[in-house]
């Protein structure tokens, strides 16, 4: 479907509210439903959501007070939500094999032990996973704690989630499931090319890369500087300035823009660099109206601490491969297998992972060359790419890292909180619904 581009508003995702909340607890209820929304003006799309709304409302969750999610699969498919980034016990996790069958619900517990971060929760079905969040089944889980507050980073209504993803829209309304090289249209928080009306002041964004399989280059129009604060983990150590940042498929970076440098009146585009051709490359267009009061925010010097990891006791490798002929992905040249447990280790040990992507663009013109890797229930830090020391913004906490076509990154990082069995996988969604994906035991 053709729109005017930047004819209509970006919703702010709404936040959850809690149905009860006790000592240490909010408890929610949310529905998954079909439900017509408006992507493109003036038709209506059937999609999969979360509450009916597209994106899902946001979860606001504050570290050391616990979340209980009740979950109602009211869709005609199996489901299984996995809250991206969560330290989350195994039986909580949403494990691709542990689903939810339609008309059922069950109830998904988060401790929040962790450091302010921006995670999400998806669909995470065998199978089914790419499909489902492709129609809609992703939202923002947002933690906070007291370290971050007492930074003075813009906060309320100056702080806005963009989930931002790729669809195709048939002129009838309709999202068509099908390879990125046909999804030209740019969606943020599920409007197509919207504009954001903000005040000349700093604004705090988190920015989500929530298409199944495209990665971003991300920059905006006049190619002035931002400032990055976090990356999927929470706050990094240090600010680090940049005019363009890279996130693949699950990649999460917040960025602190200042429009206050902007005449009110004018307008600048957050755009995708590498959008394929014929495609729009500015999705986002932020209209500057004054501030409507002094912008008392800041960006400190000085962040967060990054608790350095103890030495490694194992060094592992995992080699992302792909089958051309049976359209299969691999790890170390296996297919997901649920039953197998690929990896065993011990609860708080602490280990080396060396992944490598043998596949090429040259060969696959159509991002299908490139692998992430994502692994779940802790988060890792980025050792080095090709041997270089990754760049500034990737030396904070992660979960979700893009491992060009020929490239080996190591990342290390200590198995816990929590014991038991978790998956590891590529974040091309359609890599891991075809086999991409293996299993770590963790032993207590
Ligand atoms: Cu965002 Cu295993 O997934």
Not at 23 to 46: H, K
Not at 67 to 89: P, S
Not at 376 to 387: K, Y
Request: net charge negative; charged share 25%.
């Amino acid at each position: 479907a053709a729109s005017v581009p930047f004819s209509q508003p970006m919703p702010i995702p709404p936040v959850l509210r809690p149905a009860r909340s006790t000592l240490d607890t909010d408890f929610y209820e949310l529905r998954m439903r079909y439900a017509d929304v408006e992507i493109v003006p003036g038709v209506r799309s059937r999609v999969r959501t979360y509450g009916g709304v597209l994106p899902g409302p946001t979860v606001r969750a504050h570290r050391g007070r616990k979340v209980v999610v009740r979950q109602h699969n009211d869709l005609d498919l199996d489901a299984a939500v996995h809250l991206h980034g969560g330290h989350v016990a195994p039986e909580h996790d949403g494990h691709p094999m542990d689903v939810i069958a339609p008309g059922a619900n069950r109830e998904y517990h988060y401790d929040n032990d962790q450091r302010a971060a921006s995670l999400w929760y998806h669909d995470h079905a065998h199978h089914s996973e790419s499909e489902n969040v492709y129609n809609g089944l992703h939202g923002s889980y947002l933690i906070s704690d007291p370290l971050e507050a007492a930074l003075g980073l813009p906060g309320g209504q100056y702080d806005v989630p963009l989930q931002i993803r790729d669809a195709r829209v048939e002129a009838d309304g309709k999202l068509t499931y099908t390879r990125a090289e046909q999804r030209p249209h740019m969606l943020v928080n599920g409007k197509e090319r919207p504009y954001f009306r903000v005040e000349a002041r700093r604004y705090r964004l988190r920015l989500f890369n929530v298409s199944i399989d495209r990665p971003m280059l991300l920059r905006l129009s006049d190619g002035a500087e931002f400032t990055q604060i976090a990356t999927d983990g929470g706050l990094l150590a240090e600010p680090v300035r940049l005019s363009e940042i890279l996130m693949s498929a699950g990649e999460r970076a917040e960025v602190v823009i200042d429009f206050g440098r902007y005449r009110a009146g004018s307008s600048v585009a957050l755009r995708n660099a590498m959008a394929l051709p014929g495609e729009n490359q500015d999705f986002l267009r932020f209209d500057v109206v004054p501030a409507a009061g002094r912008d008392t925010s800041a960006v400190p010097p000085k962040l967060a601490e990054l608790e350095p990891l103890p030495p490694a006791t194992a060094e592992r490798s995992f080699v992302l491969d792909m089958n051309k002929e049976q359209g299969t992905f691999l790890i170390n040249g296996l297919l997901y297998d649920p039953h197998r447990v690929d990896v065993r280790t011990e609860l708080g040990a602490t280990e080396v992972w060396s992944v490598t992507n043998p596949n090429g663009h040259g060969e696959h013109p159509n991002f299908l060359g490139t692998h992430n890797f994502h692994t779940h229930l802790t988060h890792f830090r980025v050792l080095d790419r090709n041997g270089a020391p990754p760049a500034p913004y990737e030396q904070g906490w992660k979960d979700t890292v893009e491992i060009g076509p020929g490239e080996t990154v190591r990342i290390a990082m200590s198995w816990g909180p929590h014991p038991g069995r978790y998956v590891y996988h590529c974040h091309r969604l359609p890599h891991s619904a075809n086999a991409q994906m293996g299993t770590i035991e963790i032993v207590g």
